[in-house]
């Protein structure tokens, strides 16, 4: 990607208080043009705050929502040229299937017949033209939540809003719709702004990933920045399983930095964008080694960062088998290790005295 | 679905037959009595006829008392249900303090002994100089029939989802349009029911009609005039027929709330 892809929706210090109080900080936050992004939090978190800012059902306290530059924040939900997708559906329970769909077309007066050959079409996108006469109480949950699907696309809005819209799908169904979700969005080529509170499904679907915590944003990158380098301790904490270490930064070499914990000192090559980067000699901070990046035994033998430890426990989840170890020096330092299953079961028994060890690009440092 | 003893399930059977004969036993015996005769301390079985009907219908004052209480409730339930479906709105969407107020006056004249919101209203109108006639009656079924309107619809909108609301606006409707295509078919049932119910009550109200009535009379005053007469075979007509007409009235009303509501 040589040129910056352009912004479509921006908040820009935008903070909503309800009730006196205030559930989102001044946050700013930029939607390019095309992506689809998620918006991740736990709940409380002002997620669902943030989509309702954008699509007009609340209006900000403080700030502005921008839509290609111009100011929208007083513009009326319904002249603004996006679509929700609500977490219930909200589907017109007396009006059949095709009557949801056509009804953003409708309200706009457009002719019967226009209409008509739009919502077939938009219907065979979401693979539901046979139901066209169905009410929504004769539709299961998925087939539910298409049609919502296809009511909002239907109007070519420039921006689809989902608020947690696979929430009441069983595990099979949201990750059918999960794929079907993502396919269509690089069908119709339209820009997604996707809430959920599930970190896995924000990984796998999103171009872009915002995490919330406490009504700020934790932080806005990849699916692989935030969850290889995670600016802080709440970000590394959220996307799966990781280890954190107690480090004090030592002395930095030409491509690495010296790390000095209580159970030595190590070395890891910081790249990107890393929270470490202002950080000064001796701050404290937090190194992160990813399960899958520790390997044990003898394969530790070559590698730069080891460590002298005990297994305290195996366990076997399928594809990867699961050991947690403490350090010898600190037995009360836990440090989990996954690795791929394989059929003879892994040769470590529950005692064993062994040695562990990371490369020095599989770390990264957070500072406290 | 709870199975129960043989025996209890005949005892159920005895006292529910019970209750019916109770409740419903007078009332064929007036039918009855609308088709025969009593004479001499015995039914006098030879004497079927539907004398009592054809009297009845040539019978200016009850026909005209027919039309007025059926003018009187049909306008009553057109602005009971106009003014609750406006105060539902207000006060579901409101959060004014209020509508607790608003809520409580117009929950008053129906709780209160209608004798007292007869007499009010009476006071009312003669301190106003206004003159007694239909239209005060008309006024005085309205305010109470009022509560009962407003609070079947009131209790359908706060059922209804504010989502359906927002997908509605968010889809680029108006206001109108969503209360047009989204609000107003959902509370189709509700404002249905509030209407017969409504007309139900106003049908037999009595004692506020008495009080602010003029000179016209609704169906039940004639009914308490003939009786004052004496007993005769056309109030079991009149008895009859008004059965005849609030069951069927029921059984669309019936129709009407079991409506499939997929919500």
Same mark, same amino acid.
């Given at each position: 990607?040589?040129?910056? #892809? ?6 820009s ?24 992004m998620?918006?991740?939090? #736990?709940?409380?978190? /002002? ?8 699509g ?13 530059? *111009? ?74 939540? *298409? ?12 921006? $689809?809003?989902l608020?947690? #819209? ?8 949201? *990750? ?14 339209t ?30 990158g ?22 954190? $270490?107690?480090?004090a ?19 890891? *090559? ?47 989840? /399928? ?26 079961? $892994? ?8 040695? $562990? ?12 | ?6 025996? @209890? ?35 006098? !079985? ?7 009907? !054809? ?10 008392? %027919? ?11 057109v602005? @009971? ?19 607790? +107020? ?18 009010s ?6 301190e ?8 005060? +009656? ?6 109470? +029939?009022?509560?009962? @309107? ?25 206001? !109108? ?8 078919p959902?509370? &189709?049932?509700?404002?249905?029911s509030?209407?017969?119910? @409504? ?8 004692l506020?009609?008495?009080? %602010? ?7 039940? &005053?004639?009914l !308490?005039? &003939? &009786?004052?007469l ?20 029921s ?13």
């Amino acid at each position: 990607m040589t040129e910056q #892809p352009k912004t479509l929706v921006e908040l820009s210090g935008v903070a909503k208080v309800y009730g006196g109080v205030e559930v989102l900080h001044a946050i700013d936050l930029a939607l390019r043009d095309g992506e689809f992004m998620t918006v991740l939090g #736990p709940s409380g978190s /002002g997620k669902t705050t943030v989509l309702r800012l954008i699509g007009g059902l609340v209006q900000p306290t403080r700030g502005k929502v921008l839509l290609d530059g *111009r100011d929208i924040s007083a513009m009326p939900i319904n002249r603004r040229p996006f679509n929700t997708v609500f977490q219930d559906y909200a589907l017109f329970p007396h009006m059949t299937v095709e009557a949801n769909v056509g009804y953003g077309l409708k309200v706009r007066g457009e002719s019967r017949a226009r209409i008509r050959d739009r919502v077939i079409e938009t219907l065979r996108l979401v693979a539901l033209e046979e139901f066209a006469g169905r009410y929504p109480s004769q539709l299961s949950g998925g087939q539910q939540q *298409r049609v919502a699907l296809a009511r909002a696309i239907i109007c070519e809005p420039r921006l $689809i809003l989902l608020d947690e #819209p696979l929430g009441a799908l069983d595990a099979e169904l949201r *990750r059918q719709m999960q794929r079907f979700l993502k396919n269509l969005q690089r069908e119709i080529r339209t820009t997604f702004l996707f809430v959920t509170h599930d970190q896995e499904e924000a990984v796998t679907m999103a171009d872009r990933i915002c995490v919330m915590n406490h009504g700020r944003i934790e932080q806005i990158g990849s699916p692989e920045e935030v969850y290889y380098r995670p600016v802080n301790e709440y970000v590394a904490r959220f996307f799966g399983d990781n280890n954190l $270490i107690d480090v004090a930064l030592g002395e930095a070499g030409e491509e690495d930095r010296e790390l000095v914990s209580d159970v030595g000192s190590f070395r890891c *090559r910081l790249e990107g964008r890393s929270a470490v980067g202002a950080a000064t000699r001796d701050s404290p901070g937090k190194l992160l080694v990813r399960p899958e990046a520790v390997v044990i035994g003898e394969a530790a033998n070559g590698m730069r960062n080891r460590m002298k430890v005990r297994v305290e426990e195996t366990g076997f989840v /399928g594809p990867v088998s699961q050991v947690t170890v403490s350090a010898a020096a600190k037995p009360e330092l836990r440090i989990m290790v996954k690795l791929p299953s394989r059929a003879g079961g $892994i040769p470590l028994a529950v005692g064993d005295e062994t040695e $562990i060890g990371w490369s020095d690009r599989e770390c990264h440092v957070v500072t406290a | 679905m709870i199975r129960l003893p043989a025996a @209890a399930t005949a005892v159920l059977f005895l006292v529910a037959g019970f209750v019916l004969l109770v409740l419903y036993g007078p009332l064929f015996v007036a039918v009855f009595f609308s088709f025969f005769s009593f004479e001499n301390n015995a039914v006098q !079985w030879d004497s079927f006829s539907l004398d009592a009907y !054809w009297s009845l219908i040539h019978d200016e004052s009850i026909i005209d008392s %027919v039309l007025n209480s059926l003018l009187v409730g049909g306008v009553a339930i057109v602005l @009971a249900l106009v003014l609750g479906t406006t105060l539902a709105f207000y006060y579901n969407g409101s959060r004014s303090r209020f509508r607790e +107020v608003l809520q409580l006056v117009i929950f008053l004249p129906f709780l209160m002994p209608p004798i007292i919101t007869g007499l009010s209203l009476l006071v009312f109108f003669r301190e106003v100089d206004f003159p007694r006639s239909l239209v005060t +009656v008309i006024i005085g079924h309205t305010v109470f +029939v009022l509560a009962l @309107a407003y609070r079947i619809i009131l209790a359908r909108l706060q059922t209804l989802r504010t989502s359906l609301v927002e997908a509605s606006l968010d889809l680029g409707a108006s206001r !109108w349009q969503t209360f047009r295509y989204v609000l107003a078919p959902s509370l &189709m049932s509700a404002i249905g029911s509030a209407a017969i119910l @409504a007309f139900a009550l106003s049908f037999d109200e009595t004692l506020i009609t008495l009080l %602010v009535t003029g000179t016209e009379s609704t169906l039940p &005053m004639r009914l !308490w005039a &003939m &009786m004052r007469l004496g007993f005769t075979p056309d109030i079991n007509a009149l008895v009859t027929v008004i059965l005849v007409a609030t069951t069927v009235l029921s059984l669309v009303a019936i129709r009407f709330v079991k409506l499939p509501d997929q919500s």
